[in-house]
Nanobody
Framework: QVQLVESGGGLVQAGGSLRLSCAVS????????MAWYRQAPGKQRELVAG???????NYADSMKGRFTISRDNAKNTVYLQMDSLKPEDTAVYYC????????????WGQGTQVTVSS
């Protein structure tokens, strides 16, 4: 059984920072791509950033320069450093991981709320 547990969300003022973490546990052989998504009320879930096992990253245009994704392969953990937060960044943030067990599957965390006040 594979579990993803996110932490680090909360309430912050505009211009502030938060750091999200997502730890993967279970019977894991390896973890390939890890990513953060977000979903605001009434909107579709959207990609925030992704990172390969080797450390190659990609970002949604609106997050470039403000958000930084990183991972610690030894800890099976992915991070999202969010700086210069804006009210429009308010959403539930989800992590996703492509986990290799006996097969390849994408797994999702339960989500963590980020609220940015103006």
């Amino acid at each position: 059984q594979v579990q993803l547990v996110e932490s680090g969300g909360g309430l912050v003022q505009a211009g502030g920072s938060l750091r999200l973490s997502c730890a993967v546990s279970g019977s894991i052989f390896s973890i390939n791509t890890m990513a953060w998504y977000r979903q605001a009320p009434g909107k579709q879930r959207e990609l925030v950033a992704g990172i390969t096992r080797g450390g190659n990253t990609n970002y949604a245009d609106s997050m470039k320069g403000r958000f930084t994704i990183s991972r610690d392969n030894a800890k099976n953990t992915v991070y999202l450093q969010m700086d210069s937060l804006k009210p429009e960044d308010t959403a539930v943030y989800y992590c996703k991981a492509m986990v290799v067990t006996t097969t390849f599957n994408n797994y999702w965390g339960q989500g963590t709320q980020v609220t940015v006040s103006s």
